[in-house]
């Protein structure tokens, strides 16, 4: 079982940056680690992951060249660099794990995640 425990999240200016955290307990470092959020209203939706080794990260295009996540395993932690925030990035900001992954295979829904974080909100004003 891995628990999963979101920071960082908070009010921020257009243009602004913050940078996520997630801290995860249990054997963490060979999981497939993603980040979603959820705006409210809609649905949660898909923003960026790495592959255990970090080797891998994929992106949504609405965050592509803005958001930068990364991991250090010996931490057990994933991170996401969010710089030149738009008010439309403002949601509830979701860690999650995946146990099984294959080299080259990318995981965007939900439902192929494990575990789960609380979230942590991300405001972004105009």
């Known amino acids: 079982q891995v628990q999963l425990v979101e920071s960082g999240g908070g009010l921020v200016q257009a243009g602004g940056s913050l940078r996520l955290s997630c801290a995860a307990s249990?054997?963490?470092?060979?999981?497939?680690m993603g980040w979603f959020r959820q705006a409210p209203g809609k649905e949660r939706e898909f923003v960026a992951a790495?592959?255990?080794?970090?080797?891998?990260?994929d992106y949504a295009d609405s965050v592509k060249g803005r958001f930068t996540i990364s991991r250090d395993n010996a931490k057990n932690a994933v991170y996401l660099q969010m710089n030149s925030l738009k008010p439309e990035d403002t949601a509830i900001y979701y860690c999650a794990a995946r146990r099984l992954s294959y080299s080259g295979r990318y995981y965007r829904a939900a439902d192929e995640y494990d575990y789960w974080g609380q979230g942590t909100q991300v405001t972004v004003s105009s």
């Open positions: 790495i592959t255990w080794n970090g080797g891998s990260t």
């Open positions: 249990g054997r963490s470092s060979t999981y497939y």
